[in-house]
Structure formats: structure tokens, C-alpha cells
């Protein structure tokens, strides 16, 4: 494996997630340039192929022909193509994981690298949060999340300044604090879910801003206006996503709604669109 020879003392530990499923699928051909696809369950490719968890299907080996990390690889051409998907990670994980080939682009003979991060719910960094909130305990959850993610965009944007590398930003379901998009040279437009919303019902109503749902089982330690703030904002804003995601036929009706393989391919199309843009400028 491409990584383990580069990096083994990082990657050896993220081999497996729960029940065995590969974490890192490898495409190595001995092409020019490498595409990296890194994220979550969406990036793995959770729900695909009749992959339910819950019944014990745990994988498929179709998977990793379906995701959106696999069309994009088709899309570009002249690309071996690393897959990196840990189902119910945090950003945290992510971004670690994209930060790894700031030194692994000096050591792998690739003329071009372009890592595609697509971040998940901001409020899993839950160590990140509780830190901040122990330094600054009257802030509101919103300004914990924003601080949160602006440490994982300043790491993220290291990626920036390596020759022959680049970033794509993009999300899932949740949002980036516009400031926050500022750090990065390329953050995607649109988040995977307003994708779909177009492709599928453009009338249906436009998401509120959202960071994540992972407010409530923080309930019992918050203060009064943080807990004012979920009722009246942040429940009300988790609701709209998943009214959204129940309804859409893009999402898969199990586990957390899974993009169905459509909405991969959709997606893929959607970051190559914006790559080749990249490229154009």
C-alpha cells in the first residue's frame, strides 16, 4: 500500500473502522498525477450497494466503484486515485489525514496532487469544543464552532503554499462560517445536500445556516442562553435537514441518509466542474 510505504507510522492506525471496513481504497497505476478524496461515511461510500450496518452488511467490494472519489478519478484521466473514508469521523480526522501529503507531495513522484477534503458536522470536534468553551465559558455555541473550524481551516490552508498540490474544500450537510471560506483558496460554492436540492427540487426551501446536531447531547451542560439559542435556532435548523433529507430521493432512508449513487455521481461532476474552473484561472 502507497501510504503505509510513505507513511506508515501515520496510516497503520486507521487500516480498519468498526467491523473491518477499509478505511483507504488505493487505485495506484502508475499515472502522472493522484487525486485524494477524504472525508466521512459520504466519502466512503456508506449505504451504497445495499450496505446496511445495522443487518451486518458491512461493505461490498462495488463500493469504491460507486463513490464520487471513483468518477472523479474517470472524470480526470491521467490519475491513480487514493480514497480515505472513516465513517462517523470529525473534521478533526480529516483534516489530519489532508495535512499528511504537505510532506508526503516531496516524497510520492506525482507531477500533480489535488486533495478534495469534504468536511462533516463541525460539532463532532467535541475535545475542540470543550476546550474552548472551558477557556471562554459564556460564549455562545455558534462562536464555539466557529473557533473550532477556523483552527482546522488554518491548518487545512498549510496546503495551500505546496508546489504541484492542490485543495478543494467542500461539505456534506453542514455549513462553513463564511470567514472561515476566506482561509482556503478553493472552497466549493455549494454543499453537497444544496446540490441535490437543486438537482432534485430547486423550490424546496433553502437551508438555514448549520453547524452540526451535535448540541444535544451537550444539553446538560449548558448555560441559559446557549439552550434558548438550540430551541430556537439550532433544533429548528437540524429539523430543516433532516425534513430534507427524509424527503429527497437522492438520500438513502437509513442510517443518516446516505447519498444514494446519483448524488455521488452528481457530486463528482459537480468538484471536476470546479477543479477544471480552478485550472482555467
Not at 446496511?52 to 491513480?80: C, F, K, Q, S, W
Not at 455549513?175 to 476566506?182: L, S
Amino acid at each position: 500500500m502507497l501510504l503505509l510505504d510513505f507513511d506508515h507510522h501515520f496510516f497503520k492506525h486507521f487500516l480498519y473502522a468498526d467491523h473491518q471496513r477499509e478505511t483507504i481504497h488505493e487505485d495506484i497505476q502508475g499515472r502522472q498525477n493522484l487525486l485524494v478524496t477524504i472525508g466521512d461515511s459520504w466519502t466512503w461510500g456508506d449505504s451504497l450497494c445495499g450496505i446496511v450496518v445495522e443487518d451486518g452488511i458491512y461493505d461490498n467490494p462495488e463500493r469504491t466503484n460507486l463513490v464520487y472519489g471513483a468518477h472523479m478519478r474517470d472524470n480526470l484521466g491521467n490519475y491513480d486515485w487514493i480514497n480515505i473514508g472513516y465513517p462517523g469521523t470529525a473534521n478533526l480526522w480529516i483534516v489530519d489525514v489532508a495535512a499528511r501529503f504537505i510532506e508526503l507531495k516531496k516524497k510520492l513522484d506525482y507531477a500533480h496532487i489535488l486533495v478534495v477534503c469534504t468536511l462533516t458536522d463541525i460539532t463532532r470536534d467535541v475535545n475542540t469544543l470543550n476546550e474552548l468553551d472551558k477557556q471562554e465559558n459564556n460564549s455562545t455555541l455558534l462562536d464555539l464552532a466557529e473557533r473550532t473550524e477556523r483552527h482546522r481551516f488554518n491548518t487545512l490552508s498549510k496546503l495551500d503554499h505546496v508546489d504541484g498540490l492542490d485543495l478543494i474544500v467542500a461539505r456534506n450537510f453542514t455549513h462553513t462560517f463564511p470567514k472561515n471560506q476566506r482561509l482556503v483558496k478553493h472552497h466549493v460554492d455549494s454543499e453537497w445536500i444544496e446540490l441535490n436540492r437543486k438537482e432534485w427540487n430547486s423550490e424546496w426551501e433553502e437551508f438555514p445556516f448549520f453547524a452540526g446536531y451535535e448540541w444535544l447531547p451537550r444539553q446538560p451542560n449548558l448555560l441559559a442562553d446557549q439552550k434558548r439559542w438550540c430551541v430556537e435556532e439550532g433544533f429548528p435548523a437540524s429539523q430543516a435537514i433532516v425534513d430534507f433529507l427524509d424527503a429527497c430521493p437522492l438520500h438513502y432512508k437509513k442510517a443518516t441518509k446516505h447519498p444514494t449513487e446519483e448524488s455521488h455521481y452528481l457530486w463528482a461532476n459537480y468538484l471536476t466542474k470546479y477543479f477544471k474552473q480552478m485550472e482555467r484561472r
